[in-house]
């Protein structure tokens, strides 16, 4: 017996009368999408502009059928409600922040990291600390701070004595529970040297990281536009890439000057390929392409 594809939910029925031509305030009206985007912006400081407004009814689909809500207005009316606003936050930063990336990507800023790493340590030595540190500011799935950690424990394995570690933050729950797993599919893999391939240890169908690696890095839940985190101790590097192109000027502002209030002098920020921080030149002066060094 052949069965009838089930119904579409009226969020996917309204996605497809917008893609179909339908009037806007059909789907979401513009005061709907203005309380929604006005939330987002409060709560991760990320801008979402006109032109994004499907793939804010695309990214919210599944959590008003979770919600069993009728339309993407209702559940705008339900962020608009105190009673619901707090506990709804979470779902949806998680379900608007975007999270691609793969190990080695822009892989010449981690040959930039190996080539400092040296002058880095001997400034950690220098001070009387014991460990270089690194925040993975938006690390996503892990990608990235996996990577940063091959290349530290590569370095220190032939330091003896040599402590590093990274700090990988993200304001989003979901992809921070995926990183602490540590397994990734192969397709992943595709730019990672060979000197480091043995860090990705065969598991399945895809590959697990090393414990070596792993005990290298914590991974905490931090939002960017929250004033109130702290660190212990200040960090040497930061990378923060492909994350600063996605807030206004005043939001880019106040995520830069958290940077520098955790960098050390003579430290090193990494941001994405298309980012600059050329405008902040009493912060930091520009050392590579999209590598910058912390003044004071």
């Given amino acids: 017996m052949q069965r009838r594809p089930p119904r579409a939910s009226g969020a996917s029925q309204a996605i497809a009368r917008a893609l179909r031509g339908g009037a806007t305030d059909e789907v979401l009206s513009d005061h709907s999408f203005d309380v929604i985007r006005s939330r987002v912006y409060a709560l991760t400081g990320i801008v979402i502009a006109e032109r994004k407004r499907y793939l804010l009814m695309s990214r919210l689909a599944g959590r008003l059928r979770a919600l069993g809500l009728e339309d993407y207005n209702a559940y705008a009316r339900r962020l608009?409600?105190?009673?619901?606003?707090?506990?709804?936050?979470?779902?949806?930063?998680?379900?608007?922040?975007?999270?691609?990336?793969?190990?080695?990507?822009?892989?010449?800023?981690?040959?930039?990291?190996?080539?400092?790493?040296?002058?880095?340590?001997?400034?950690?030595?220098?001070?009387?600390?014991?460990?270089?540190?690194?925040w993975s500011a938006a690390c996503s799935t892990g990608e990235e701070p996996y990577t940063i950690a091959m290349v530290?424990?590569?370095?220190?394995?032939?330091?003896?004595?040599?402590?590093?570690?990274?700090?990988?933050?993200?304001?989003?729950?979901?992809?921070?529970?995926?990183?602490?797993?540590?397994?990734?599919?192969?397709?992943r893999l595709s730019l990672v040297p060979?000197?480091?391939?043995?860090?990705?240890?065969?598991?399945?169908?895809?590959?697990?990281?090393?414990?070596l690696v792993r005990g290298l890095v914590g991974f905490h839940q931090v939002n960017l536009m929250n004033d109130a985190f702290r660190f212990q101790e200040p960090v040497d590097v930061i990378f923060l890439r492909n994350v600063l192109i996605y807030f206004d000027a005043k939001g880019k502002s106040r995520v830069v000057r958290k940077l520098h209030e955790v960098a050390r002098p003579g430290g090193l920020v990494f941001v994405g390929s298309s980012e600059s921080l050329l405008r902040e030149a009493e912060r930091f002066k520009l050392r590579h392409d999209a590598i910058y060094e912390v003044i004071k």
Avoid at 105 to 131: I, S
Wanted: positive net charge; proline residues 5%; aromatic residues 8%.
């Fill in 194 to 211: 060979e000197r480091y391939r043995r860090y990705l240890q065969p598991d399945g169908d895809g590959v697990v990281v090393h414990p």
């Fill in 152 to 187: 530290l424990h590569r370095f220190i394995a032939s330091k003896p004595g040599a402590k590093a570690m990274v700090l990988a933050t993200d304001v989003d729950t979901n992809v921070l529970a995926q990183a602490q797993r540590g397994r990734y599919s192969t397709e």
């Fill in 80 to 134: 608009a409600d105190d009673a619901h606003a707090t506990s709804e936050a979470g779902y949806l930063v998680n379900a608007l922040t975007t999270n691609e990336t793969y190990f080695f990507r822009e892989p010449r800023q981690f040959e930039v990291l190996e080539q400092q790493l040296p002058k880095l340590h001997a400034r950690v030595v220098a001070a009387g600390r014991r460990t270089l540190r690194i």
